[in-house]
């Protein structure tokens, strides 16, 4: 079954504490994008990936830190988490960025 | 800047009252636009993928279309189970971005 993967689903964490949000897909999708959902603000692209090691900063991605080793994974680094990243993230997929993208169950994020 | 704006933001509507709901944008060269369904502590679903004006998509009970400046997802004869919330997002020219809109919420009542 083609799928997109997060873990953890939920996590509650203090600030400062390093976290990792990991991302799987089983597609073979070259590209790869990271969001955070807040109410009122909609989805925003935090940072994506053409390939491997190809990646780009959305619109938010001050805090945050990606890394595309492998083209099947792509996961979130929170170095230093603050509480202003208190939010629902998700990863999505897709052959290229003009092709519809899959997303995952989602992450709900806690810093406190 | 790229903008998505989606309107209204929210929607109610009696079960088989037909609707519109819109999404303006202000991209430099579309290069795609796709709308979502989204449900409750869900990922976003993909619906219609639009490439460019006086295209059309169609699927059930809605249909998508494109001009220059916007698109519009026609909901007709809705049905309870088309309560959700509806993304419109797009893919601009100058680079690899997707802009979402925050989305339309709509609530169908039997």
């Known amino acids: 079954e083609a799928q997109v993967t997060q873990n953890p689903r939920y996590l509650i964490t203090v600030t400062g504490k390093k976290l990792t949000v990991t991302c799987s897909q089983n597609?073979?999708?070259?590209?790869m994008s990271w969001y955070r959902q807040d109410p009122g603000l909609g989805l925003r692209q935090i940072y994506y990936s053409m390939n491997v090691e190809v990646t780009d900063k959305g619109d938010v991605p001050e805090g945050y830190k990606v890394s595309r080793k492998e083209k099947r994974n792509f996961p979130l680094i929170l170095e230093s988490p603050s509480p202003n990243q208190t939010s629902l993230y998700f990863c999505?997929?897709?052959?290229?960025?003009?092709?519809?993208?899959?997303f995952g169950d989602g992450t709900r994020l806690s810093i406190l | 800047e790229d903008q998505v704006t989606q309107s209204p933001e929210a929607l109610r509507l009696q079960e088989g009252e037909s609707s519109s709901l819109n999404c303006s944008y202000t991209?430099?060269?579309?290069?795609?636009l796709f709308w979502y369904r989204q449900d409750p502590g869900k990922g976003p679903e993909f619906l219609f993928t639009l490439y460019s004006a006086g295209e059309e998509k169609e699927k059930e009970r809605l249909k998508a279309t494109l001009t220059k400046k916007e698109s519009f997802l026609h909901i007709t004869a809705p049905k309870p189970e088309d309560s959700a919330t509806y993304l419109c997002a797009v893919r601009a020219n100058r680079d690899d971005k997707i802009i979402f809109g925050k989305g339309t919420r709509l609530h169908i009542l039997p």
């Open positions: 999505a997929s897709s052959l290229t960025p003009g092709q519809p993208q899959h």
């Open positions: 597609m073979n999708h070259e590209y």
């Open positions: 991209v430099s060269g579309l290069r795609g």
